[in-house]
Every structure is written in structure tokens, then in C-alpha cells.
């Protein structure tokens, strides 16, 4: 399986923390990285991660280490996404943030 994970929103040690935890998880998996929030899901800003590539030291300060960011997504960024997404075989989405992200 092909996941993509992605971090939007506020740049906290918990979104760095999230992001080990699920590569953790993932472990078996083929993730890549969304580098860049939403405008990176748009633009299909997708990069191979793995949890040995995330310095631990990154959970434990601000920051974001994938990038984020914030943008309203329409519904035309929806459509761009959904094809970046099929164009990289990718059968998982999984974002880190608030309510926003949501």
C-alpha cells in the first residue's frame, strides 16, 4: 500500500511527534512525504519518507518538518489533488493538524 502523510496547520512539536508515530505505524509501507501543506497536495509536492529520515530531535521543538501551511482548498484544488494523487498510485491520505486541517 501507497500512503502520502502531510502536515498542515500550526508548526508544534506534536505535529513532528505525529508525523514519527504514524511512520512508525506505517512500518512495511511505501509512504511518501507531502512537502508543503495544501499548496503541496495541489502541486504534488510528493517525496519518499521513511521514520529513520526524521531527526528525533524534530519532536521535541516547534516546527514543521514536512512544511505546512494554509489554504482554503476549493473545490477545483480538490479535483488537481485527486488526480496528483491517482498519478502517484497513492491509496492512503493521512493529514496532521487542527481543525483546519479537517
Known sequence: ??????????????????????????????????RGGPDGLVEGRFTPVTVAD???????????WLGAGRRAVTGADLDVALTQLTRSGVDGLALIGGNGTM
Not at 526524521?54 to 514543521?64: C, D, E, N, Q
Open 54 to 64: 526524521v531527526p528525533a530531535a524534530a519532536t521535541l521543538h516547534g516546527g514543521s
Open 1 to 34: 500500500m501507497r500512503l502520502l502523510i502531510g502536515q498542515t496547520g500550526a508548526p508544534t512539536s506534536v505535529v513532528n511527534a505525529s508525523l514519527r508515530g504514524f511512520l512508525e505505524g506505517a512500518a512495511g509501507h511505501d509512504v511518501l512525504a507531502l
